[in-house]
Every structure is written in C-alpha cells, then in structure tokens.
C-alpha cells in the first residue's frame, strides 16, 4: 500500500519524508487555506520535496473552468495532479483532461457508482472518503472493498486513494480491502508507528541492561 500525505503543511511533509514513508501528497481548499500561503507557491514547494503525485484541487464549478484551471495546475510541475470535484461537470472535464495525458484524481466519492463513473472518465484516481461516510452512520470501508471489487471486476486502472482516513483502524482495513493508497493526516501518522507495549518493552530492555556487570 502507497503513503500520501493528506497535508500541506512543509515541515511534516519533510519530517515524514525523512522516514521514507512519503509516496505522495493530497491536499485540498481547506488543507490549503491553513496554511495561509499562496496555494501555487506551496504546491510548488510540496512537488519539489515529494517525487510522487501531489494532488491540487480546481475551485471552479463548470468544465470550462475546471480544465481551463487543470490546465495551469499540470504546468506547475510534473509530479502534480489534479483534482476534480465528482460532478457531471468533473467527469466531462476528467475526459477531456485524460485524452490530454493530464493526470486527475476525483475527489468526494461516496459510493460505487461515483467510483466507477470516474474510473470510466478516466480518472488516475479515484477518492473515496471514508471517514465521513462513518459520520453518516454507514461503512466507509465496505465502500472500499466494493469499489476496489468493482475496478477489478472491469480492468479498470485507476487506483483507489483511501481519503479521510481518521483512524488506524481505517488504514488497516483499507488496506485489507485492497485500497492501492491511503492518504493520512500528519497527526495520525505517528499513531501507526507507535504501540505502548513497544514502549514498555524499550523501558524494560533499559532496566534489565542496567543490570549487567559487564557493558563492553
Ligand atoms: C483527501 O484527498 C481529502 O481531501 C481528505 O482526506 C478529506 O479528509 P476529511 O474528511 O478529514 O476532511
């Protein structure tokens, strides 16, 4: 399974790239305005820290728009992608994006069928969000196992980015339903590393080693 980082923030994005964990990077309007820095700026800055996708969304509502913004964003640097909103507008504008090789990610998928109209448009990816379908009372991760179903059922090649991801057990479970990626908050990230039983292990091998004569 791929890593993206689901942030825009420079310094996590560099603190976690350290590790090697980095495959790529999905930010959003709301991602990008808490940062309060100009958006082409830092996406620029993120493509040249990451080697994988980055993904960058278009504001704009209408094809014209949203290709005419797609269109910009693709120029911006080669690693970039760009993100479009699941409407009938964004899966006209994927089409033509793709026949043009410009690489999408369709953003805010919420059942099989938005997945597999945006794979057929020619989607590179495809986001389904499963925290908040869980907000919704239902199972973002049986989304995730159907649609990945479904893809293959069909040859269909876009990968499945598991989006707002909350929760370790989202990770591990998208992971099992064969999601290609999981693109995680920074906040979370530490979590997935970390285990109490790790630390009280590390406390205990300390204790006992203060225990042997000999050290050298
Ligand atoms: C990723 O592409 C999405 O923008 C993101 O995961 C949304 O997460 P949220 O529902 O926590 O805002």
Known sequence: MEFFLDTA???EIKRINRLGLVDGVTTNPSIIAKEGRDFKEVIKEICSIVDGPVSAEVIGLTVDEMVQ??????????????????????????????????????????????????????????????????????????????LNK??????????IITASVRTIGHLEQAAVAGA????????????????????????????DWEKVPQKN
């Open 9 to 11: 923030n420079i310094e």
């Open 69 to 146: 913004e797609a269109r910009d964003i693709a120029t911006w640097a080669s690693n970039v992608v760009v993100k479009i909103p699941m409407t009938e507008a964004g899966l006209e504008a994927v089409n033509i994006l793709s026949s043009e090789g410009i690489k999408t990610n369709v953003t805010l998928i919420f059942s099989v069928a938005q997945g597999l109209m945006a794979a057929k448009a020619g989607a590179t990816y495809v986001s389904p969000f499963v925290g908040r379908i869980d907000d919704m009372g239902e199972d973002g991760i049986e989304l995730i196992g159907n």
């Open 150 to 159: 479904t893809l293959n059922n069909y040859g269909l090649e876009s990968k």
């Open 180 to 207: 290609h990626i999981a693109t995680i908050p920074g906040a979370l990230l530490p979590k997935l590393w970390s285990h109490p039983l790790t630390d009280i292990g590390i406390q205990k091998f300390l204790e």
